[in-house]
């Protein structure tokens, strides 16, 4: 099959917390090269075991303004007095190269990016199979508390609510098969017909071989 250049892929998956975004990712991760995490700026004050440009680009706050009021963020977000938010320039050039990039952002941040750069996105929504489940991974992962396990669940009606803003909702009942289905959803977004950046010099010249017969 003939591989043309083409302009890479937006791929913004979202889920409530433990119905498995995080899984596939390291998964899609794992399993294609072409396709890597989109690396947030912020103002939080890094943490120890952090690494700047690895798990965020690490700016002051008058930085983060500058940025923004000059219009050059993708979209933007307060948590808890910090500013998070991505760079424009930094997605522009990956690409612009044909490389695709996967966003963990929420629906608010979805509904920004929407917003400016609607035509390179592919959007996915992931649903537990059912409530019982998700609060089975919730207290699984042994990571919060029986309060924190009960906010994250009234957090995911609020979450599931926004699912008809997606271009596709999966239920993960099966990682592998979900894993799969994420990978057919990118394989067909990069084969759209607008990101074929020389499909219409390819089809020029096979006009072209043609009117060449006489």
Same mark, same amino acid.
């Given at each position: 099959?003939?591989?043309?250049?083409?302009?890479?892929?937006?791929?913004?998956?979202?889920?409530?917390?433990? #119905?498995?975004?995080?899984?596939?990712?390291?998964? *899609?991760?794992?399993?294609?090269?072409?396709?890597?995490?989109?690396?947030?700026?912020? @103002?939080?004050? $890094?943490?120890?075991?952090?690494?700047?440009?690895?798990?965020?680009?690490?700016?002051?706050?008058? @930085?983060?303004?500058?940025?923004?009021? $000059?219009?050059?963020?993708?979209?933007? #977000?307060?948590?808890?007095?910090?500013?998070?938010?991505?760079?424009?320039?930094?997605?522009?050039?990956?690409?612009?190269?044909?490389?695709?990039?996967?966003?963990?952002?929420?629906?608010?941040?979805?509904?920004?990016?929407?917003?400016?750069? $609607?035509? &390179?996105?592919?959007?996915?929504?992931?649903?537990?199979?059912?409530?019982?489940?998700?609060?089975? $991974?919730?207290?699984?992962? #042994?990571?919060?508390?029986?309060?924190?396990?009960?906010?994250? *669940?009234?957090?995911?009606?609020?979450?599931?609510?926004?699912?008809?803003?997606?271009?596709?909702? *999966?239920?993960?009942?099966?990682?592998?098969?979900?894993?799969?289905?994420?990978?057919?959803?990118?394989?067909?977004?990069?084969?759209?017909?607008?990101?074929?950046?020389? =499909?219409?010099?390819?089809?020029?010249?096979?006009?072209?071989?043609? &009117? #060449? =017969?006489?």
């Amino acid at each position: 099959m003939m591989d043309f250049a083409r302009r890479g892929v937006m791929l913004v998956i979202a889920s409530p917390s433990g #119905a498995g975004k995080s899984s596939i990712s390291r998964q *899609l991760f794992a399993q294609d090269p072409n396709i890597r995490l989109s690396v947030s700026i912020t @103002t939080r004050t $890094r943490r120890t075991d952090e690494i700047d440009g690895t798990h965020y680009h690490f700016i002051d706050v008058p @930085t983060f303004e500058k940025m923004r009021d $000059r219009g050059e963020l993708l979209e933007w #977000a307060e948590v808890h007095g910090n500013y998070y938010a991505t760079p424009r320039e930094k997605v522009e050039e990956r690409l612009s190269t044909g490389k695709d990039i996967l966003f963990d952002i929420d629906y608010q941040g979805t509904l920004q990016l929407y917003e400016n750069c $609607r035509e &390179d996105m592919v959007t996915v929504f992931i649903l537990p199979p059912s409530i019982a489940e998700l609060r089975a $991974r919730l207290e699984r992962r #042994a990571q919060d508390s029986v309060g924190t396990i009960e906010k994250r *669940l009234r957090n995911a009606r609020k979450e599931m609510e926004h699912y008809s803003e997606y271009d596709y909702v *999966l239920v993960n009942e099966d990682l592998e098969q979900s894993v799969q289905m994420v990978r057919s959803i990118l394989a067909s977004a990069r084969l759209q017909r607008g990101r074929q950046t020389k =499909l219409e010099g390819f089809v020029d010249e096979l006009k072209a071989q043609i &009117d #060449a =017969l006489g």
